[in-house]
């Protein structure tokens, strides 16, 4: 077994984000950065003795005599406590029946429009096990209105197959007219072939059935390119997929907000094979070094990027000679989509969408540049080695790699 060399940097780093929460465990942290827990206990004791030299303090403690009075005290606290106890046990319990019919519940209210309809089915299914008046109560609903439901079963019946027979005719009507016709059309179609509908209950046919018309949206452009950089074409034409690893690679840069008009810039270098981060560089700047740097720490982890091809944007850092000079070293082909279309690198800028949405869960900003650091450091880690990808058929990146190895040396 090869035992793994870890740079200081990464050791620093791992040390960093330990310390960063208290809340933070050796096993957690562990497992998102792929070592193990003593590794990084060591790791974290030999920073410590760095700091403060090791020094332990040990107390000792003696029986101290207690009198009467505070022993009945005590003995008076302590059925209180327990007293308590029998009733936060009750609670939990409580609780933990109300999480489990939330946690069966949760496939039923995908929908809007069906949110009523979905709570009051749950509870037709499921009220022998724990009761209409319990799962009224957790989900929020009348008791009334749940058999006035019960008894419009006929009604609901006669409505569903009445839409299903309109969803037929809309469609026949959509796919006459090329999927290019939305609700205003198909209603004035049907109307005019004399069926009483009104606009409403064309749409709402039509969201429940998945029909929807041709919408275009105007393109932004958020790419400007170099107007001196040579025209270099699209290897991909929007096939993200590869059939090995280190043969196709997809990159770009995001902003990542730090404070009040602040931000770092994160570059990437991500493999069509199996979506693995392979490079990436974070700076307060968005010279052409990014960029660079996310390109040689890609090939550093590959051992060698020759004969790769590199997809990327428009940008200024991508169009760059330097840029240029950097893929002929390593001997990478580049590859750019069009100016302005952001469907022409979808992977990066999907992966990018992810890492915001999963580090800021919600927030407007980091807390702080060091902050920012540490959550990507520990995202795109974690991102690597244990996040499921549905493009790897739920497995993380590594581990599809190392699977799809597998197979091939079988075969």
Request: aromatic share 4%.
């Given at each position: 077994m090869v035992m793994k060399v870890y740079s200081p940097e990464f050791k620093a780093d791992a040390v960093a984000l330990y310390l960063s929460d208290p809340s933070h465990t050796f096993e957690g942290i562990g497992k998102d950065l792929g070592i193990s827990r003593e590794t990084l206990r060591n790791w974290v004791r030999a920073e410590r003795a760095r700091h403060d030299g090791g020094g332990a303090t040990s107390t000792s403690t003696k029986d101290i005599p207690v009198s009467e009075a505070t022993r009945q005290d005590l003995e008076a606290e302590i059925a209180a406590l327990r007293a308590e106890l029998k009733t936060v046990r009750k609670e939990n319990q409580k609780l933990a029946t109300e999480r489990d019919i939330l946690r069966k519940a949760t496939k039923f209210f995908r929908t809007r429009d069906d949110l009523v309809t979905n709570r009051f089915q749950f509870i037709e299914d499921h009220h022998r096990a724990w009761g209409v008046k319990r799962l009224c109560q957790v989900l929020e609903v009348a008791r009334s209105s749940f058999y006035k439901w019960r008894a419009g079963r006929e009604a609901r019946a006669a409505r569903e197959r009445a839409d299903a027979s309109l969803a037929e005719r809309i469609r026949a009507v959509h796919t006459e007219w090329d999927g290019t016709y939305g609700r205003p059309r198909i209603t004035a179609e049907l109307r005019d072939e004399g069926e009483l509908v009104n606009h409403k209950r064309v749409g709402r046919v039509m969201r429940k059935y998945g029909i929807a018309g041709l919408r275009l949206r105007k393109r932004?452009?958020?790419?400007?390119?170099?107007?001196?950089?040579?025209?270099?074409?699209?290897?991909?034409?929007?096939?993200?997929?590869?059939?090995?690893?280190?043969?196709?690679y997809v990159g770009d840069i995001t902003y990542l907000p730090v404070g009040d008009g602040e931000f770092l810039y994160l570059a990437t270098v991500i493999d069509c094979f199996s979506r693995r981060l392979v490079g990436w560089s974070i700076a307060d700047h968005m010279r052409t070094e990014l960029v660079a740097d996310a390109l040689r720490a890609a090939a550093a982890t590959r051992g060698s990027l020759a004969g790769a091809v590199f997809h990327s944007d428009h940008g200024a850092q991508y169009t760059s000679r330097q840029f240029a000079d950097i893929c002929a070293e390593l001997g990478v082909r580049r590859s750019m989509g069009a100016v302005g279309t952001s469907a022409d690198n979808a992977l990066a800028e999907s992966f990018n969408a992810a890492l915001k949405r999963e580090t800021l869960r919600g927030a407007r900003r980091y807390d702080g540049a060091r902050a920012c650091r540490m959550a990507v450091f520990r995202w795109a880690t974690r991102y690597n080695t244990r996040r499921r990808h549905s493009a790897n058929g739920q497995q993380a990146p590594i581990a599809y790699e190392q699977q799809s190895a597998t197979l091939t040396l079988a075969a």
């Open positions: 932004q452009v958020t790419t400007v390119p170099e107007p001196s950089a040579t025209p270099v074409p699209d290897l991909l034409g929007r096939d993200f997929t590869a059939s090995a690893p280190n043969m196709k």
